[in-house]
């Protein structure tokens, strides 16, 4: 009989890296078996053979998953979470559970057009120069500046095509918990409800004094929250 623990994949977010989630890796390693990879094109890896788009990242996640020749838990943050629901609809038997944080959801061609526009390299050098210098230090497989113009066409993708709708949710097999900060700019409670109230197996968490940032998060939250939705409390 095997004694390989249950694996934990953590997604990270657009504009991230795998680096970035190391913190949370290390808070769940005792419980689980973690994988946290990049996207192809973010950090030090390559984009190979895929490509800055949903349907790109949603096959590269279930091939990864794939290889494990296991079943996952799954964390996504923003990016990540929006990735791994729509893989779970296109093979929900890979999944346990979903658990997702700060996952923007409100997707439209305004939406995306003001999300779009904070990517400008040139304003971020002004404006932000400490995060722009955070990025070109991340992203040294494609350079930042592919990184951004990728985030952006994904961005674009998703405002003319909002793939996850109450609708499309609906039809979800996998158990979801889906999460936001009480402190999120970015992401809304109301859009959050909207979508977890429509799959049918979900629940909702808020994470107090939190904003989007994943690098604010106070990691004794989520470890409550995450080991409690995958029935692991007494693995604390």
């Not at 296109?90 to 990517?119: C, G, Q, V, Y």
């Not at 197996?201 to 004794?220: D, F, G, I, W």
């Not at 929250?225 to 692991?232: A, E, K, R, V």
Request: hydrophobic fraction near 40%; aromatic fraction near 8%; proline fraction near 6%.
């Amino acid at each position: 009989m095997s004694n390989r623990k249950p694996i934990l994949l953590i997604l990270h977010g657009a504009l991230g890296d795998q680096k970035q989630m190391q913190a949370i890796a290390d808070t769940f390693s005792s419980s689980f078996e973690v994988h946290h990879p990049n996207w192809p094109g973010h950090g030090d890896s390559p984009l190979g053979t895929y490509k800055y788009d949903v349907s790109s990242y949603v096959q590269f996640l279930l091939t990864y998953i794939e290889s494990l020749q296991n079943t996952v838990y799954v964390f996504g943050y923003s990016m990540g979470g929006y990735i791994a629901l729509m893989a779970a609809l296109e093979k929900p038997n890979l999944f346990h559970k979903i658990i997702t944080l700060a996952t923007k959801l409100d997707w439209s061609p305004e939406s995306a057009a003001r999300e779009i526009k904070m990517l400008d390299k040139e304003k971020m050098l002004e404006k932000i120069p400490a995060y722009a210098q955070i990025l070109q230090k991340r992203h040294t497989a494609m350079g930042w500046e592919e990184v951004l113009s990728g985030t952006a066409k994904i961005m674009r993708e998703l405002g003319d095509h909002p793939y996850l709708t109450p609708h499309s949710v609906a039809a979800l097999q996998v158990s979801v918990t889906m999460g936001i900060g009480d402190r999120d700019t970015m992401v809304s409670l109301a859009e959050t409800i909207q979508i977890q109230q429509a799959i049918p197996n979900s629940s909702l968490y808020v994470l107090p004094q939190t904003p989007h940032p994943v690098e604010k998060l106070h990691l004794p939250y989520l470890k409550t929250i995450l080991l409690g939705s995958c029935g692991l409390k007494d693995v604390c």
